[in-house]
């Protein structure tokens, strides 16, 4: 079993940053792709961002190209990492971390483990 915990989100004025993490437990991280989702009030949640279980290949929504950056720790801390910089209000929803053994394309669609969640709002 996987458990994901996500923390960083916050309150931001538009065109700052927040560093999101998601913390997994168990012995087998290095072995899942790994992805961040979000959802806005009244809306579907939407895909943001995903990562290889290396960490060597990642793909992102147009929405954040360019502006945010999915990165993992392999090596001592189990976490996965979204770097949101250039903050828009249109970028406030709950954003929540996944995870999958079968890989990227299987979190790009919703995989198997999810974390709670961690609000983010970006005032204009």
């Known amino acids: 079993q996987v458990q994901l915990v996500e923390s960083g989100g916050g309150l931001v004025q538009a065109g700052g940053s927040l560093r999101l993490s998601c913390a997994v437990s168990?012995?087998?991280?290095?072995?899942?792709?790994m992805g961040w989702f979000r959802q806005a009030p009244g809306k579907e949640r939407e895909f943001v961002a995903v990562?290889?279980?290396?960490?060597?290949?990642?793909?992102y929504a147009d929405s954040v190209k360019g502006r945010f950056t999915i990165s993992r720790d392999n090596a001592a801390k189990n976490t996965v990492y979204l770097q949101m910089n250039s903050l828009k209000p249109e970028d406030t929803a709950v954003y929540s971390c996944?995870?999958?053994?079968?890989?990227?394309?299987?979190?790009?669609?919703?995989?198997?483990?999810w974390g709670q969640g961690t609000q983010v709002t970006v005032s204009s």
């Open positions: 990562i290889s279980d290396s960490g060597g290949t990642t793909y």
């Open positions: 168990g012995r087998t991280f290095s072995t899942y792709a």
């Open positions: 996944n995870a999958d053994l079968r890989g990227m394309t299987y979190v790009r669609s919703g995989g198997n483990y």
